[in-house]
Nanobody
Framework: QVQLKESGGGLVQPGGSLKLSCAASGITVVTSHMSWFRQAPGKEREFVARIGPGGSGTSYVDSVKGRFTISRSYAENTLYLQMNSLEPEDTGTYYC?????????WGQGTQVTVSS
């Protein structure tokens, strides 16, 4: 049974930082293709960042390049998204995604609100 659970969201002022976590079970984060997506109110779900299995690289949507960093921990089997210099446009529900055994797996999301 694959389970993904996001945490770390909250309310932050523009220019602030948050670090999101995605705790995984039934899937090994460091050997799987893992991604972060987000969905703002009234908009479609949007790709944010991904990290490939093993020695594969990372990729980001243009709007977050230089501000967000995706990473993972073998010891904790957890995926992370470090978000710096947050903007109101970053507001939305952030979802963890993992591709494992031919199936896309999703967490239930964590809310991020960037507002003054």
């Amino acid at each position: 049974q694959v389970q993904l659970k996001e945490s770390g969201g909250g309310l932050v002022q523009p220019g602030g930082s948050l670090k999101l976590s995605c705790a995984a079970s039934g899937i090994t984060v460091v050997t799987s293709h893992m991604s972060w997506f987000r969905q703002a109110p009234g908009k479609e779900r949007e790709f944010v960042a991904r990290i490939g299995p093993g020695g594969s690289g990372t990729s980001y949507v243009d709007s977050v390049k230089g501000r967000f960093t995706i990473s993972r921990s073998y010891a904790e089997n957890t995926l992370y998204l470090q978000m710096n210099s947050l903007e109101p446009e970053d507001t939305g529900t952030y979802y963890c995604n993992g591709f494992y055994r031919g199936t896309q797996h999703w967490g239930q999301g964590t809310q991020v609100t960037v507002s003054s």
